[in-house]
């Protein structure tokens, strides 16, 4: 089993920063990637920012020149910058990890953490 852990989020003003980080830990081979997804209330679940092992980035072009995905593959940890906080930023952010688990195929899974809130609001 994999177990995906987010954290970091919270309350903060427009204009302010903050950092989510998120861990997985259990059966894992090998990391592919980690990505953040965020959902808002009445919309889609959207990708926000993802890391491969190698270090390519993926950004949504809302948060672009906002926010910075960066990962510790020694530790099976992602993490997001984000700066210059938007109210539309306002979101459950959700943690995705591309894993090949011990014990089985090299096909890759994905996981996903239980969410964190982020509220943008003054």
């Known amino acids: 089993q994999v177990h995906v852990e987010e954290s970091g989020g919270g309350l903060v003003q427009p204009g302010g920063s903050l950092r989510l980080s998120c861990a997985a830990s259990?059966?894992?081979?090998?990391?592919?990637?980690m990505g953040w997804y965020r959902q808002a209330p009445g919309k889609q679940r959207e990708l926000v920012a993802r890391?491969?092992?190698?270090?390519?980035?993926y950004y949504a072009d809302s948060v672009k020149g906002r926010f910075t995905v960066a990962r510790d593959n020694a530790k099976n940890t992602v993490y997001l910058q984000m700066n210059s906080l938007k109210s539309e930023d306002t979101a459950v952010f959700y943690c995705?990890?591309?894993?090949?688990?011990?014990?089985?195929?090299?096909?890759?899974?994905?996981?996903w953490g239980q969410g964190t809130q982020v509220t943008v609001s003054s």
């Open positions: 259990g059966s894992i081979f090998s990391i592919n990637a």
């Open positions: 995705n990890a591309e894993v090949v688990v011990t014990g089985g195929s090299a096909a890759r899974y994905n996981y």
């Open positions: 890391i491969t092992s190698g270090g390519s980035t």
